[in-house]
């Protein structure tokens, strides 16, 4: 995905009500700062590296609580390049032009993504078909289990719908640290968690990349959690193993 600054609210009707910065890992080529304010890509970098160690230890504690052997998951993620870090700004919602949701409907497909969010608030999660609302906690990271947890784990840890509903009052921000795998990863259970113990993989394996292809084909703005594409339809009922 493109990083740099996109302005999603104005790409077209039906989008996110919010503008964004994504950044790549520090010293990625892809990366293209604005020179104002100027100490923007400082503070931005340094940002970078607090959530890497904050996601390093996350990583950790994930690993442990799941029982694998140390280091299975740092071992399975080696590699931080497809990393990202993007600064979002919520504009307040605006009745006229019927910009209403931040962010709709989705759950993240990668390991895990922190947030940091200021006290605006907006952010819900999908729960026996409820939106629950995420309070924001002063000083808290929010931990956001992905698909891709959710396949390694063999169901054990759950992917949530998550979705940002426009403020009212004033414009909401966030900082959100995605950790991320590279397309050309092979997801599926971990052994540990299955033949090992014979316990039955309930996902079938794939690419990361061929996910992310029908994840992306299949995805439409909807107001309705049924409506969105989740990690089950794909991998047990439609998804075919490549030859
Ligand atoms: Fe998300």
Redesign the pocket.
């Known amino acids: 995905m493109p990083t740099g600054y996109v302005n999603q609210a104005a790409v077209e009707l039906a989008r996110n009500n919010s503008e964004i910065f994504k950044m790549a890992p520090i010293g990625s080529p892809s990366n293209v700062y604005p020179t104002d304010p100027p100490r923007f890509r400082e503070i931005m970098e340094r940002t970078f590296k607090y959530f890497q160690r904050t996601a390093a230890l996350i990583e950790t504690l994930l690993n442990d609580a799941l029982g694998l052997p140390p280091g299975r998951l740092h071992q399975y993620n080696s590699n931080r390049q497809s990393d990202r870090m993007i600064a979002y700004r919520y504009f307040k919602a605006n009745v006229e032009t019927k910009k209403m949701i931040g962010?709709y409907p989705?759950?993240?497909p990668n390991l895990f993504?922190l947030l940091l969010q200021d006290d605006v608030g907006g952010l819900e999660f999908l729960r026996n078909d409820q939106w629950i609302p995420v309070s924001p906690i002063p000083h808290s990271l929010v931990v956001?289990v992905g698909d891709v947890l959710q396949v390694l784990s063999n169901n054990e840890f759950k992917s949530v719908a998550?979705r940002v509903v426009s403020p009212s009052e004033k414009d909401r921000y966030s900082c959100?640290f995605g950790c991320q795998i590279g397309e050309n990863k092979w997801v599926e259970p971990f052994a540990e968690l299955t033949s090992q113990i014979k316990a039955a993989p309930k996902f079938k394996g794939f690419y990361h990349g061929e996910f992310l292809q029908l994840l992306g084909a299949s995805y439409k703005p909807t107001l309705e959690p049924n409506d969105t594409f989740t990690l089950m339809d794909v991998v047990v009922n439609n998804y075919t193993l490549p030859a």
């Open positions: 962010s989705h759950k993240d993504t956001n998550h959100a």
